[in-house]
């Protein structure tokens, strides 16, 4: 199955565009914030849109649950699609979920500026931020019976796209729902640097070091880096117990709270002697 990953940042119009850009490149299925879509149909998969929280949903989006992504693969097996239109916030989450569902690295990138300008991207973002609104690229029909208590609109959408393939008309007509998760009338979801440095000393301590000091901070594009200062006892190999450690911090914290670590460094400050 070939892969197409279309990709750009939070709010900008990508799941607005998939159909038009699937029909582009001839995708016969849509993956997208944890459904599997194809045509007006949602085939598999827990929507992102559904989960009570910020953390929850991209935790949904990059299908973290076995059974989730073994529900999609399954259905992917049983309808055997050519290509598959994969839509994501960058690069780095489309390689995670290709991981999590045993798929072919993209043949093809498309950026969200490659099929929209800037002045749309622009309007997309505002909508998203001041009314929370979410767009899922199938019929209203298709949404309600998943999406209980939500604000549901439908929404019937001309796109006239930029750019075209032979053969392609420029202007397409798509039946699309807005929706507006849980999460977005709850407010915003914010993970506090201190829950991620008790995380990191209890997973220190279950590996028999102290952990004197923990230090979390964010890189320009928003990957979190953890600096570790901790006291280990004297008498053991060192080497294989601090890369367990690392290991454990990077992935329970990555499983927790859906962040991306982008490294995890470690310190040996003393040795402590019984």
Known sequence: MEVIALVGPSGTGKSFRALAVARDYRANVIIDDGLLIQGSRIL??????????RVGAIKTALFSEEEHAQQV????????PERILIVSTSRKMVERIINRLNLNTPTTWVNITD?????????AQKI???LGKHVIPVPTVEVKPRFKEHLIEPLRIFLNRRKTHPGKNRKLWVEQTTVRPTFNSMGHFYISNNVIEQLASQLVATEGLISQKVKVKKDDSGRILIDLEVIAPYGVF???ILRSIQNKVKTTITNMTALEIKAVNITVRDIKVK
């Open 44 to 53: 598999a998969g827990t929507s992102a849109k559904e989960q009570p929280t």
């Open 73 to 80: 693969q399954d259905c992917l097996a049983k309808i055997r």
């Open 115 to 123: 099929v929209a300008t800037i002045k749309e991207i622009s309007k």
């Open 128 to 130: 998203r931020r001041q």
């Open 238 to 240: 060192l080497l294989p």
